[in-house]
T-cell receptor, first 117, second 115 residues
Framework: GAVVSQHPSRVICKSGTSVKIECRSL??????MFWYRQFPKQSLMLMAT?????????EQGVEKDKFLINHASLTLSTLTVTSAHPEDSSFYIC?????????????FGAGSRLTVL | GNSVTQMEGPVTLSEEAFLTINCTYT??????LFWYVQYPGEGLQLLLK?????DKGSNKGFEATYRKETTSFHLEKGSVQVSDSAVYFC??????????????FGQGTELSVKP
């Protein structure tokens, strides 16, 4: 229970193109979703927090025009990397929090590996 | 601000050895503390958690005790297996009442267990 699915798990794109990554809560309503970025052999850095129906709150140093986050429903948030460049190559992980079976849960997706050529 | 510091890896152990991965934190208030595990190529899985001082979280043979006096949450396992090879992350939540959500992670410690 309390499953979060990320898609795609891997994506390769050319420099200058845009890539969309989806984060879905499959069996619960996610009132809040979080997007993290993980560099190789490093920790997860929070990029932004998104609440359903409102604008995302970005962490300091994260370009909101570069990393567009949309949380249009209680089960879906998307991260769009616009005009991607090789330095955007990374592992992007989402997490979702909400009520499941009477308890508040926090679940992570399996991550999406982006490679920009 | 709040932060988490873990011992640097990689940590290499033989099967059945004792494991300790140190984790200390800096936080205002009373954070909840977590250990997450990331197997190769996968996302993060919650391993264990503790929500208040002196709480002990445990799962799959792993244990960690919330020590407020030393601001620590060290991860231990008495006998590691090859299947425990992964990256371990210590994390804290600065939201009250363990509402989860925004987590602050340590840098991760890679564990490699040899047969």
């Amino acid at each position: 229970g309390a499953v979060v699915s990320q898609h795609p798990s891997r994506v390769i794109c050319k420099s200058g193109t845009s890539v969309k990554i989806e984060c879905r809560s499959l069996d619960f309503q996610a009132t809040t979703m979080f997007w993290y970025r993980q560099f190789p052999k490093q920790s997860l850095m929070l990029m932004a927090t998104s609440n359903e129906g409102s604008k995302a709150t970005y962490e300091q140093g994260v370009e909101k025009d570069k990393f567009l986050i949309n949380h249009a429903s209680l089960t879906l948030s998307t991260l769009t990397v616009t005009s991607a460049h090789p330095e955007d190559s990374s592992f992007y992980i989402c997490s979702a929090t909400g009520a499941y079976s009477g308890a508040n849960v926090l679940t992570f997706g399996a991550g999406s590996r982006l490679t920009v050529l | 601000g709040n932060s988490v510091t873990q011992m640097e890896g990689p940590v290499t152990l033989s099967e059945e050895a004792f494991l300790t991965i140190n984790c200390t934190y800096t936080a205002t208030g009373y954070p909840s503390l977590f250990w997450y595990v990331q197997y190769p190529g996968e996302g993060l899985q919650l391993l264990l958690k503790a929500t208040k001082a002196d709480d002990k979280g445990s799962n799959k043979g792993f244990e960690a005790t919330y020590r407020k006096e030393t601001t620590s949450f060290h991860l231990e396992k008495g006998s590691v297996q090859v299947s425990d090879s992964a990256v371990y992350f210590c994390a804290l939540s600065d939201l009250p009442n363990n509402q989860g959500g925004k987590l602050i992670f340590g840098q991760g410690t890679e564990l490699s267990v040899k047969p």
